[in-house]
């Protein structure tokens, strides 16, 4: 299946529903938020009351498309595309404006290939390794994602349950629909915590004494901020007033019962710092020794200033294609960046994974671990708890098979040799 028939949107009547005056894209997770011409019902959210796909089918097991349980990541975008509302599902999957860095982060590692030496293969492999001091069982993390609670009722404690019996790292998005406490509370695997800045600091320096207290391990800050994506602003994609006024008190911010739908979008849209520097990082560490990662790096001189900063890692990004169009993919800059660091901070990946042999390409590149962001999704919204606990079993056996037939017995003897550029 290519890329462009991923993003081919199934018939609905969507045109049906009513009309948004304004786009507002946030950093705040990046869930699209737009304003009704009315605030007394939720029906425009993710696709609308009048709209017959906008039923979530949590219960699908099998593609009707080719009658057998998922395989792949492939298979299960197959399967989130059938459950979800047209709107819902594009907004996981499309990218920004015309999507050139979306097609191009996986049309890079597709271009890397691998030139395994023979009769060097071995039989058994391990994939654990140690991220910041914590041991994990593989070097495949789950992203940061937002608005899970509209893709499956599991939602984020369902992907926290899966990432925990994986015995790997759930990063948990500030905008995932449910609160640090809760996320805490629904396993004792580790997380790290994504922040997304308020502007009043007050809030900010609440916010990251409940994620310490709540036990999350590392907090990643994401500066790739603001997007424009075609397919939510034609698809009018909004989150329910419910849905806004929980993610908003989650976070901490003073909102009362009486504030309108109205009241939350305006609230929302000042509510967030847009403009970080790299000062903010000072102030962050004066206010936690949690270990900070600076999430969305794709230039080596940030790599260095991050470094100059005593950051604790580094994740190369570009979010995913959802941010700037037109950016280089990250694992075309993962090279450059690794060079810099020389293993002076924990370098990480994400953005266009979605094989275990794109793992293999990525840690022979210089990255400890990848992250998979709308993999996870996929399979979130289409099985539930049980389906991010496939995708991630997948990535884990396609990679040891690569390591296998690669003759690597470890993470550590993946190197850049093996690799075709």
Known sequence: MTSEESLFPRKTNSMNRRFFSKFLALGTGSVGLMPSDSDSTEK?????????DSTVNNSLKFNPLFGQVPACVADFQILAKTALPRATYEYITSGSTDEVTLHENLAAFRRIRILPPLLAGVDRVDTSTSILGQSISMPILIAPVAGQSLFHADGVLGSARAAAAAHTILGVSSSAGNSVEEIAAASSGPKWFQLYVPKDRGVTRQLVERVHASGYKAIIVTVDLGERKDADLRNRF?????????HLIDIGF?????????????????????????KFFDWLRSVTNLPILLKGVLRPA????????????????NHGGRRLDGVPSS??????????MDGKAELLLDSGVRRGTDVLKAIALGAKAVLIGRPSAWALAAEGELGVSKVLSFFREELILAMQTSGCPSLAAIKKPLLMM
């Not at 909004?238 to 929980?246: I, N």
């Open 238 to 246: 909004a989150l329910p007033p419910s849905v806004l006024r929980k």
């Open 44 to 52: 425009t959210a993710t696709g609308g009351e009048d709209n017959p």
């Open 302 to 317: 940030d790599a260095q200033q991050a470094i100059a900063l005593g950051l604790d890692g580094i994740i190369v990004s």
């Open 331 to 340: 694992i075309e800059q993962l090279p450059k960046i690794a060079d810099v």
């Open 254 to 278: 003073p909102i009362t019962k009486d504030m309108s739908y109205s009241d939350l979008l305006a609230f929302n849209e000042k509510a967030w710092d847009l403009a970080l520097d790299w």
